[in-house]
Nanobody, 122 residues
Framework: QVQFVESGGDLVQPGGSLRLSCAAS????????MGWYRQAPGKQRELVAG???????TYADSVKGRFTISRDNAKNTAYLQMNSLKPEDTAVYYC????????????????WGQGTQVTVSS
């Protein structure tokens, strides 16, 4: 079983920054990739970024150059630094455990956090 504690979501103005955190517990966490997904109202959940145990990363095209994912393997914690936020980044952000392969494809396992709300608005 995997459990997540997500934090960092907030209301921020366009151009602002936020840092999301996801602390995961469970025996499989340290051996697998971690990822952030987001879901906006009326839209499908989409991958934002993923990182594996050797710090290989993948990003959605819409966030490249603005978001940075990182992880602390000792703490089983993943972070998502979000800069230059746009209104279209507004969504509930979810933490996930999955598999990130060499090609950059991310395959989520069915373990999800409760989500943290990010709202970008003036």
């Amino acid at each position: 079983q995997v459990q997540f504690v997500e934090s960092g979501g907030d209301l921020v103005q366009p151009g602002g920054s936020l840092r999301l955190s996801c602390a995961a517990s469970g025996s499989i966490v340290s051996r697998n990739a971690m990822g952030w997904y987001r879901q906006a109202p009326g839209k499908q959940r989409e991958l934002v970024a993923g990182i594996n145990t050797i710090d290989q990363t993948t990003y959605a095209d819409s966030v490249k150059g603005r978001f940075t994912i990182s992880r602390d393997n000792a703490k089983n914690t993943a972070y998502l630094q979000m800069n230059s936020l746009k209104p279209e980044d507004t969504a509930v952000y979810y933490c996930n455990i999955g598999r990130l392969v060499y090609s950059g494809a991310y395959y989520p396992y069915d373990y999800w956090g409760q989500g943290t709300q990010v709202t970008v608005s003036s």
